[in-house]
């Protein structure tokens, strides 16, 4: 059997540990730079897939920062508009309670001046409320968009004066699974309250003389009333033989007229569907008109509050206050006082549609808290690097890099020349 021999150099000994030496050196270079990190893909070299990978979860991560900012802009907003709401409640009691004050028989028409006064200060702040802006320089109350001031004051010289217009979009731009609105609806909010009881109103003749008013009334027979109508005119005069007030009522809808009606002070009086109480003393001839209300007529709750302002008033003055006895003060002070019940429970349905923007804003803010844990823990996955797994791995490729220096210096006195000295 032939032995075979193979001749190595030492040139070629010492490339080798040369070689090995570098790469140890490398690894072990590009070890401590991934433990630096805490990274185990610091270049995409290092892993494509997991860098492409960490790259989407990043780019979600970032989308998911920038879409909670924003929505805490909008919960900053949104919160400061249920505060300005709160506020316009606390204001909107406050003139109830002076109205109801106003109703006391023994007032004069001097103090009915006085409080007047103060609820056209109670108004001028609500408009401000209305007006009210966020930290933005936004208005909370634009809806879909308006003007710097979106409630505009302006006088015509027609009654009623002053008007108020919303000036912007009405609506509200709607909720998602990652944003709120920014703004409330200034329209839904302040605009287009229903007038009296919202289905018909009562009205004083224009020619009384007495002291007979009305409540706003309310529907009693919904059907009935769909087919009697809300359009009546009730008259009022004293029976020539009993010397008995009366009253003749037509309907103005069927041209049914009913005659010689007895009355009496606070009577509930049916007429169809609906019904009033019926109030005061009326002279001879009194009227009452009923008439449906248009829904294009409706008055904004500042209007409402200047009705309100002008029935403290005797009829045709601004100055002069009236009496207690005076049939047009205690008939639209039954309306004022109805008016402002509405704009309450107005102002409070809105309210109520911030809080719930509230609370979905938090609950937002836990699903994106959730997705973003998400996508960190997809990012983590991706690149970061098991630190025990790496300092074993570092530890050992410094031993391998240890031990291929002492092998280097070897291969360095492995020379012919050493050999024979």
């Not at 505060?83 to 004050?101: E, N, P, W």
């Amino acid at each position: 059997m032939a032995n075979t021999f193979t001749r190595l150099g030492t040139a070629n000994t010492f490339d080798a540990a040369r070689q090995t030496l570098q790469t140890r050196q490398s690894t072990l270079a590009d070890l401590q730079a991934k433990l630096t990190e805490g990274k185990r893909v610091v270049r995409p070299s290092d892993d494509p897939t997991s860098a492409a990978q960490a790259e989407r979860a990043q780019t979600r991560i970032a989308r998911i920062t920038v879409e909670q900012r924003a929505l805490e802009t909008q919960k900053s907003a949104i919160a400061l508009g249920e505060s300005t709401l709160g506020d316009a409640t606390t204001l909107l009691q406050q003139f109830r309670d002076l109205l109801v004050q106003a109703g006391n028989g023994a007032n004069s028409p001097t103090e009915r001046e006085t409080i007047a006064k103060q609820l056209v200060g109670l108004r001028d702040e609500l408009v401000t409320l209305a007006n009210r802006k966020d930290a933005n320089g936004l208005p909370l109350f634009h809806g879909l968009g308006s003007t710097s001031a979106p409630f505009e004051v302006s006088a015509d010289g027609t009654v009623p004066d002053p008007d108020y217009s919303f000036n912007g979009l009405a609506g509200q731009v709607g909720a998602n699974d990652v944003a709120i609105p920014g703004t409330l609806d200034g329209r839904a909010t302040w605009m287009d309250v229903p007038e009296s009881n919202g289905v018909f109103k009562v009205s004083l003749g224009a020619g009384n003389t007495g002291r007979l008013y009305a409540d706003v009334g309310l529907v009693k027979d919904a059907s009935l009333m769909g087919s009697e109508g809300t359009d009546f005119s009730l008259t009022f005069h004293v029976d020539a033989a009993t010397g008995a007030m009366r009253y003749d009522v037509t309907n103005n809808t069927t041209g049914v007229v009913t005659t010689g009606q007895p009355y009496k002070e606070n009577q509930t009086i049916t007429l169809g569907g609906i019904s009033m109480v019926v109030k005061g003393v009326p002279a001879e001839g009194d009227q009452l008109e009923v008439d449906a209300t248009v829904p294009s007529e409706r008055p904004s709750i500042f209007g409402v509050l200047d009705r309100a302002i002008a029935g403290m008033y005797e009829p045709g003055s601004s100055i002069k206050g009236a009496s207690s006895t005076n049939a047009n003060f205690n008939h639209e002070l039954a309306i004022s006082l109805a008016q402002v019940d509405t704009s309450l429970e107005r102002i409070g349905a809105m309210r109520g549609r911030a809080g719930d923007l509230l609370n979905r804003a938090d609950r937002i803010h836990d699903t994106q808290e959730d997705r973003n844990v998400q996508a960190e823990g997809d990012r983590s996955r991706a690149e970061d690097m098991d630190m025990i797994q790496g300092l074993s791995d570092f530890q050992n490729q410094q031993t391998s890099y240890q031990v291929a220096l002492q092998t280097y210096a070897s291969i360095q006195k492995l020379s012919l020349f050493d050999f024979i000295r």
